[in-house]
């Protein structure tokens, strides 16, 4: 007969294992297309030991075969109430490798970076359903390049900004649901390059209005919805501030390509059909998602900023089970006006599988 301290150890055990059990998640993931591959682990936590405090854990690897790059980092995010703010902490390191092609030679190009980002964000009211949020945030990132075990450069980024954010939600007749958001901002901005030849820095002001909306409804078990950005600032907007109007973080189909600019927008249609139980394995649903794309952007054309536009397509089977998603993307580019953005000769296709731990 056991001790009774070894029962009185696994009850204890027990209990541990069921507090974590609603509070710990584990995810993992692996994608692999014509030319990219990578996977992501993750652990996420809520209210591990206080209320509404929230841990998320990620490791992340890709490579490119085209660019020959090789790519992994680990990513801390703590976000907690405080002094009636919700304050976001984020820490990133990585490491990445990739070979360069330049007159004729093939150069071994290495390093790593350091990024930080906290950010406050504080309710100040409502008026009329429309919520009120002032957002605080600094960032921060270091970089240092090698080429062929030799040193190059030491960079260090820091961004500093102020906003206003009004959003709105609201239920329209006929079943439509409604959302909107407007953000104002502006911020400074610093930047420094350490060299063989010296060390250089620049320090500018900037500011920008973004203006998002989304509409949704369901129809005949199938959900739609149409959804748009459109930002606009001067042409001196910092990289990281600058809005994406092509590329996958919208839409597959772009093959590796992506556009952002200071001024743009982009609008998708989406339509999800209803999950329908998979024959001769009623554990397993499946589902399927159509996707449209539009987005716009200044071009230079022999000095004259004219707006062009590119569209892309998208289809996706997803299925799922319990702790289990599959995905299967297929995605094209339709049409390009821009100079910088190239019809692929073949759709991206991608394959992704979702484990829960």
Known sequence: MAPDWVYHA??????????????????????????QSGGHLALA?????WAQHELDLRFRDAMSRQ???????LAVDYSMPFLGNQVELEVEDGQYRNV???SGQQVDTHGGYHFFQVTATRPIGSFAGIEWHEVLRHSGRTESV??????????SYQLSSFGLQCSNNRRLPGGFHASTRLVAEGGLEYQSTEEA????????????????????????????????RYQFAPDTLPDAERIEVAGASILSG???????????????LSAA??????????????????SVMRGWAPVDLVGDDAFASVSAGEVSLNIRSHDFHANMTVGRLIDSQRPDVAIPTTPDVSLSVSLGI
């Open 100 to 102: 360069l092609h330049a």
């Open 146 to 155: 090698y080429e062929d075990s030799r040193w190059v450069r030491d960079s």
């Open 67 to 73: 660019e020959g790059s090789v790519e992994q980092s």
């Open 197 to 228: 030849v010296g060390l250089s820095a620049d320090r500018s002001r900037y500011h920008r209005f973004e203006l998002a909306a989304s509409l949704r409804r369901q129809w005949v078990g199938w959900n739609l919805g149409l959804q748009g």
């Open 254 to 268: 772009f093959n590796g390509q992506s556009v952002a600019a200071p001024e743009g927008g982009w609008a998708r």
């Open 273 to 290: 059909s209803p999950v329908y139980p998979l024959p001769f394995a009623s554990r397993f649903h499946s589902s399927l998602s159509l």
């Open 45 to 49: 936590g809520n209210g591990i030991i």
């Open 10 to 35: 696994a009850n204890v055990l027990d209990s541990v294992s069921d507090y974590l059990a609603n509070r710990i998640e584990v995810s993992g993931s692996s994608s692999q297309d014509s030319d």
